[in-house]
């Protein structure tokens, strides 16, 4: 799948655009999808009829059979990779990705927009000098096919990172997010501290330490940490499960951030059934 499937989409790009392709590569390539369509069936139909004996319905039948031929990281993968796209979209559109009432918002994409400009830029040259190069039409179409959708890709990626940014919402909640590949929240009441850290931790994007302590960097640093009162649980970028009790992560500006977190006027309005204390004293008897 990992080999047919793309190589399938590249096909179907180039005669979209007009390209000659021979006929023994398009029976070929044709012949390797429908192997692999049909591997597919036989594998899930025993999977799919032992669900529906089972009462599932229809639709929890076929996804619970999916569910256990592709492995999780491929359903991210491709999960992520559509988020990514439609929030290229949103960006175009000058607009943000479920933002509640009252919310506000924290960017933290300063630390990569140069990178990922520079990725862009590098791209574009790449895929200009290929094209100078190579002197065959099927291998220079496949390759600028190629070339234009990992140009598309970093730009939907940051497209994500701007259109989703952290949140404290109205209630005094934390939502930590990182384009669509993560997302995690933190209620109101598991928050008891903030405050304005600068760290350059090791790893990659999420790292999780013995202790608890979460790692969320952009362009290899935080410069907030939130300490929780109890665990809040999370999903890696490719389905593994975590908790953690310390929150680290990076805002362009943290020191809103941390106002925002431990400001009381982000604390729920009152209702008549949760009504303030006077702050007028009793009159003397």
Do not use: K, N
């Not at 501290?193 to 999420?206: C, I, K, N, Q, S």
Request: charged residues 20%; aromatic residues 6%.
């Amino acid at each position: 799948m990992w080999a047919v499937l793309p190589g399938e989409l590249a096909l179907a790009v180039c005669l979209v655009a007009g390209v000659r392709i021979p006929g023994a590569v398009l029976l070929g390539a044709e012949a390797l999808v429908v192997g692999v369509l049909a591997l597919e069936v036989c594998v899930m139909w025993p999977l799919y009829a032992a669900r529906r004996r089972a009462g599932d319905r229809r639709r929890e039948a076929a996804l619970s059979a999916v569910r256990a031929v592709v492995p999780v990281a491929v359903r991210r993968l491709l999960v992520h990779e559509f988020r990514a796209l439609h929030s290229l979209g949103l960006w175009v559109l000058r607009r943000r990705h479920r933002i509640p009432e009252g919310a506000r918002q924290f960017s933290y994409t300063e630390p990569q927009t140069g990178i990922m400009w520079m990725f862009v830029f590098v791209s574009v040259v790449e895929t200009v000098v290929l094209a100078l190069v190579i002197p065959w039409p099927l291998v220079h179409a496949i390759l600028l096919v190629v070339d234009v959708y990992g140009i598309v890709i970093v730009l939907a990626l940051q497209a994500a990172c701007v259109t989703r940014p952290h949140l404290v919402e109205a209630d005094g909640s934390l939502r930590l997010r990182y384009g669509a590949l993560f997302d995690l929240r933190a209620p109101a009441a598991v928050i008891a501290a903030a405050r304005v850290e600068r760290r350059f931790p090791d790893g990659g994007l999420v790292r999780v330490d013995e202790d608890g302590t979460l790692d969320l960097a952009v362009g290899s640093q935080t410069t907030v940490t939130v300490e929780l009162t109890e665990p809040v649980e999370f999903v890696r970028p490719l389905g593994r499960r975590g908790s953690a009790r310390t929150l680290r992560f990076h805002a362009d500006d943290p020191r809103a951030a941390v106002a925002a977190l431990v400001t009381p006027s982000l604390a729920p309005p009152l209702t008549p059934e949760r009504t303030a204390p006077s702050s007028t004293p009793d009159p003397p008897a």
